[in-house]
């Protein structure tokens, strides 16, 4: 079924959307004030050519009539020119090619300054986007909602560069429309009351139809994600292998046909009326053009009017009403591209909950006693389970602690609050007897170091990968090459034909791909390359065999030494190298010991550990 229709927005609502013109012009100034001056001055003076061009051509015509008149048609044109009567007439027509040449040569030149400031102010605002991205919660980007509004927002960093054109044309045009207007009022006043009746209909024809646009691209968000998930899963590197085995490529195609079809249905449904009412509404405002149109050739037979006065008028009210109708339909596009500036501005009006407070201190170097978590409780949004209520537990510095327990137990809800991606919903978490909200968000963060089982595989040489890990130590290549050989990462690099320079990933055509392993390595070399009081590893080495995944763990306990550590593995005989292991079931601490310890429990530990162990008999 469609998604549920959204009413296209009330007049009041879509003129209320004008004010988000203010804060785009003033974004495309902070841009480039030059290039929007250079722009502005271009297109003023070419306002004015129109008219200019018009008037002269009058003049040309009046001119070359009084010859005719005044000479005959048998005057040789030798003789007329000898006497200089043609001068003026042959100064009229140059004076006309100039207008012209200066007329095109503004609009190319104003068209040229468009575009650059265009492509500038795409990318600022992109970058704007990203930058405010980078502040929301983690909570913010699991929200299906946001995820709309930011792929609305993402849109019009894109879309907005016609708007930007159609804002200067507009001022353009207008300054055109005064000018021909000026010259029309002195010969018929009337003429300019007709134009504005005639021209009514058709603006608002096409302010309704662009609300109703505007209310299907907004109605239809979810499915153009969908739309876009699905072209990307049917035709990705990622998924090209599971696409064959499973042969899912028809089903992909088949949901991608059903979405793309509905939406098509309900575009072409509207340009349909807005063809029909277009034309008839258009009709309307041509109707118009005539009933002056014969008025001024009546004036003219009369003897009011010269030839060129009937030129002058009738290419005046010609080019005025093509303006006006430009002007009135222009503005209702604004203001319905105006709308789509609400989804840009309003996503930059999303505030991050979880902040550092203005008050706020540095984190303990070195951490003295660790981290208490006092019956700390935590939700998903709209979640009716409780991922953790009621945790209890002592993360003590310089201790390597494990935590075990089934999926969803809670163990990598635990490690993001651990890591202020999340705020608990109740109780409190502190370091060194102090709410880890009064810490400072950014030197609190930079103090840990996590790699997630569903860590990013950047498309980057093999240094940026690791060197991510640490940006301000991105070209130090001691630090890059330890962190390598830290996490046996050094051995996978060296065999790239181009080593650390070597791009990886399938994405870009010099890249190398590597297995899951090695990615794996190259992920856990970013978490030392931060080199951070508190270590993190979140399941981060379920491709590696067992012998691997041994390796590393030795070798991360072996580097921990003096550091506040926690590994989070479903392999037991791997967690049993930690100081203490913290047993997790119901969002809750079930045990807490060594390995010994706790298979003397004979609890949900040694029922686990011994169902892995008969696995491997």
Do not use: C
Not at 453 to 467: C, K, M, S, W
């Amino acid at each position: 079924m469609p998604p549920p229709s959204r009413p296209a927005l009330p007049l009041r609502e879509r003129l209320d959307a004008l004010r988000n013109l203010r804060p785009f012009l003033r974004q495309v100034w902070q841009t480039s004030p030059k290039l929007a001056i250079a722009s502005l001055v271009l297109r003023l003076v070419q306002a004015l050519t129109p008219v200019a061009l018009l008037y002269v051509g009058k003049l040309i015509i009046d001119e070359a009539v009084r010859l005719m008149g005044g000479a005959g048609a048998q005057t040789d044109l030798a003789a007329l020119w000898d006497s200089g009567a043609l001068h003026p007439l042959m100064l009229l027509v140059l004076i006309e090619f100039g207008l012209a040449v200066l007329s095109d040569l503004l609009a190319r030149a104003a068209s040229y300054a468009d575009s650059l400031l265009s492509e500038l102010f795409t990318n600022a605002t992109s970058i704007r986007l990203m930058e405010h991205a980078a502040t929301l919660d983690l909570e913010d980007f699991e929200d299906p909602d946001l995820q709309d509004r930011l792929d609305r927002a993402r849109r019009q960093t894109m879309g907005r560069m016609n708007l930007l054109g159609q804002l200067f044309g507009q001022a353009q045009d207008a300054i055109t429309v005064v000018s021909f207007a000026i010259g029309l009022v002195a010969y018929a006043p009337w003429l300019m009351l007709l134009l504005a009746i005639a021209l009514v209909p058709a603006f608002i024809g096409e302010s309704h139809f662009n609300a109703v646009g505007y209310a299907i691209n907004f109605q239809w968000t979810p499915e153009r994600r969908q739309l876009e998930y699905l072209r990307q899963t049917g035709a990705s590197v990622e998924t090209a292998k599971e696409i064959k085995i499973f042969g899912l490529h028809r089903f992909l195609i088949d949901r991608f046909r059903t979405l793309a079809d509905r939406f098509y249905a309900a575009n072409r449904a509207l340009a349909r009326r807005r063809a029909v009412w277009g034309t008839v509404l258009a009709a309307l405002g041509t109707l118009g053009y005539y009933v002056a149109y014969a008025y001024i050739i009546w004036r003219t037979v009369k003897g009011d009017f010269s030839i060129g006065d009937l030129t002058f008028l009738a290419g005046s009210f010609r080019r005025l009403r093509q303006l006006l109708e430009g002007l009135l339909i222009g503005f209702s596009q604004v203001a319905g591209q105006a709308l789509y500036l609400d989804d840009l501005f309003s996503f930059f009006e999303i505030e991050p909950e979880i902040t550092s407070r203005p008050d706020a201190s540095p984190v303990p170097r070195p951490i003295e006693r660790g981290f208490v978590f006092e019956n700390v409780g935590f939700r998903y949004p709209d979640a009716e389970r409780w991922a953790l209520r009621g945790l209890e537990f002592e993360l003590r510095a310089g201790e390597v602690l494990a935590l075990v327990g089934e999926n969803g137990a809670g163990k990598t809800t635990l490690v993001k609050l651990l890591a202020r991606l999340y705020d608990p919903d109740e109780g409190r978490i502190l370091l060194d007897g102090r709410d880890l909200r009064d810490y400072d968000l950014d030197d609190l963060r930079g103090n840990v170091g996590v790699i997630f089982q569903d860590f990013v595989r950047y498309h980057l040489t093999a240094r940026e990968n690791i060197g991510v890990g640490r940006l301000e130590a991105m070209n130090d290549e001691a630090r890059i090459h330890e962190a390598a050989r830290r996490a046996l990462a050094d051995e996978v690099i060296e065999a790239l034909p181009l080593k650390y320079d070597q791009m990886i990933g399938r994405r870009f055509n010099t890249g190398v791909d590597l297995s899951g392993g090695q990615w794996q390595k190259i992920a856990i070399a970013r978490a030392y390359m931060r080199d951070a009081q508190v270590m993190i590893l979140d399941e981060p080495t379920a491709a590696l065999d067992a012998r691997a995944e041994f390796e590393v763990f030795q070798r991360f306990k072996e580097l921990s030494e003096g550091r506040t550590a926690v590994l989070i593995s479903h392999r037991f005989s791997s967690v049993r190298m930690a100081d203490r292991i913290l047993v997790l079931g119901g969002g809750k601490v079930e045990a807490s010991g060594t390995h010994d310890q706790l298979m003397a429990q004979r609890g949900r530990y040694a029922e686990l550990f011994e169902l892995q162990a008969a696995g491997y008999r």
